[in-house]
T-cell receptor, first 113, second 115 residues
Framework: GNSVTQMEGPVTLSEEAFLTINCTYT??????LFWYVQYPGEGLQLLLK?????DKGSNKGFEATYRKETTSFHLEKGSVQVSDSAVYFC????????????FGPGTSLSVIP | EAEVAQSPRYKITEKSQAVAFWCDPI?????LYWYRQILGQGPELLVQ????????DSQLPKDRFSAERLKGVDSTLKIQPAELGDSAMYLC?????????????FGSGTRLTVV
């Protein structure tokens, strides 16, 4: 079945460091891919998405490129801030499953001043 | 900005008691989802509604969980009786329609602790 794998956390970075959170997926067709962010005590917020191969999703300085050849959707940011500290979830959704979204386990990010 | 409303934010209940959660999706959103998120894990779908109809409840433990969306607007998720393993965050989400590439809007969730 469909699944999402993320790099294990927690990830701790200094402010202004470069961020990469790896995400790979398994799907039977052509899924849409998402990154959601969850701040402490809050629900999930959609951060960015890409709906077809080679698309790049971007928002708030974060980027991720849909790589079908490597089944990956790695999240990157050039310079992280303390306010980026949160849990990041990679997710996929496939039309054949009536848009059910499958989430990865999440990667916790802590940014220290 | 429109939000998905959930209540209560926190709930502590004793084992074997009944508990209920409420969700009010964004106005006009036909599709509503209930997810369960165990601490340290990603959310898992419990039930999906399209208007007032259940589309997917394959992961809902039907012996103790029930969900309804009677008028196709707000929704209630109930657990009876609660068990210790039900301690988790219960998240409600909605989308304008069931489009696989659309993305959801989530509420802030209800944190349930069963003691």
């Amino acid at each position: 079945g469909n699944s999402v794998t993320q790099m294990e956390g927690p990830v701790t970075l200094s402010e202004e460091a470069f961020l990469t959170i790896n995400c790979t997926y398994t799907a039977t067709g052509y899924p849409s891919l998402f990154w959601y962010v969850q701040y402490p005590g809050e629900g999930l917020q959609l951060l960015l998405k890409a709906t077809k191969a080679d698309d790049k999703g971007s928002n708030k300085g974060f980027e991720a490129t849909y790589r079908k050849e490597t089944t990956s959707f790695h999240l990157e940011k050039g310079s992280v801030q303390v306010s980026d500290s949160a849990v990041y979830f990679c997710a996929l959704s496939e039309e054949t499953s009536y848009d059910k979204v499958i989430f990865g386990p999440g990667t916790s990010l802590s940014v220290i001043p | 900005e429109a939000e998905v409303a959930q209540s209560p934010r926190y709930k502590i209940t004793e084992k074997s008691q009944a508990v209920a959660f409420w969700c009010d999706p964004i106005s006009g959103h036909a599709t509503l989802y209930w997810y369960r998120q165990i601490l340290g894990q990603g959310p898992e779908l419990l039930v999906q509604f399209q208007d007032e109809s259940v589309v997917d409840d394959s992961q809902l433990p039907k012996d103790r969980f029930s969900a309804e969306r009677l008028k196709g607007v707000d929704s209630t998720l109930k657990i009876q009786p609660a068990e210790l393993g039900d301690s988790a965050m219960y998240l409600c989400a909605s989308s304008l329609e069931a489009q696989f590439n659309y993305g959801y809007t989530f509420g802030s969730g209800t944190r349930l602790t069963v003691v």
